[in-house]
């Protein structure tokens, strides 16, 4: 199983960035994925979550009705729309999967996003 | 939302060492507990989960134990490549959603 995520950057406050997460080795549509964030010297935080047909979601408070989790199965692939960031957005970015066990089994190397004027 | 504690913060021991990690829970969460192992600049990696199973390819001497609010994550015989930061993780179970502790982090002596 390979998780690639990409799509970080610099945007400016109040801006947008679409983060994604493309799958292989898997039956993507099959699994549960999630994202987790961690702030430059920070622990890691749990962002938000999405079942495998994609008809459940959950946010971590910090970013609800801000940020939109969602997966195409035809792609394999998993996005993070992040609208209305805020400087404590900046992190790296990671997608992971909950294959075989109720945690993350796979991760993806990370993408980073700072949130700067 | 259930608190999640875990001490020590940071810790220093020989190699070949025991080391011990707690996490404690505001709430009963069952085994619903993970640990992760993070190396610098690198992604987390599964060691444990609900509790005390160990994740295929890791090696016998991480291991896991506890139930309810307490738990203990142990390494026997601790060897260089250990250096990282430990982190617990607990899965609201049937939901999808998650909490991690704050992670203690381990340096070799």
């Known amino acids: 199983v390979q998780l690639f995520d990409s799509g970080g950057g610099l945007v400016q406050p109040g801006g947008s960035l679409r983060l994604s997460c493309t799958a292989s080795?898997?039956?993507?549509?099959?699994?549960?994925m999630m994202w987790v964030r961690q702030a430059p010297g920070n622990g890691l935080e749990w962002v938000s979550a999405?079942?495998?047909?994609?008809?459940?979601?959950q946010y971590a408070d910090s970013v609800k009705g801000r940020f939109t989790i969602s997966r195409d199965n035809s792609q394999n692939t998993l996005y993070l729309q992040m609208n209305s960031l805020r400087a404590e957005d900046s992190a790296v970015y990671y997608c992971?999967?909950?294959?075989?066990?109720?945690?993350?089994?796979?991760w993806g190397h990370g993408t980073t996003v700072t949130v700067s004027s | 939302d259930i608190q999640m504690t875990q001490s020590p913060s940071s810790l220093s021991a020989f190699v070949g060492e025991t080391v011990t990690i707690t996490c404690q829970t505001s709430?009963?969460?069952?085994?619903?507990l993970n640990w992760y192992q993070q190396k610098p600049g690198k992604a987390p990696k599964l060691l444990i989960y609900?509790?005390?199973s160990l994740e295929i390819g890791v090696p016998s001497r991480f291991s896991g134990s506890g139930s309810g609010t307490d738990f203990t994550f142990t390494i026997s015989s601790l060897q260089p490549e250990d250096i990282a930061t430990y982190y617990c993780?607990?899965?609201?179970?049937?939901?999808?959603?998650?909490?991690f502790g704050p992670g203690t982090k381990l340096e070799i002596k």
């Open positions: 992971a999967a909950r294959l075989r066990t109720y945690g993350m089994d796979a």
């Open positions: 999405i079942t495998g047909s994609g008809t459940i979601t």
């Open positions: 609900e509790a005390s």
């Open positions: 709430q009963d969460i069952s085994n619903h």
């Open positions: 080795g898997l039956t993507f549509r099959s699994y549960a």
């Open positions: 993780q607990h899965h609201y179970y049937p939901n999808l959603r998650f909490t």
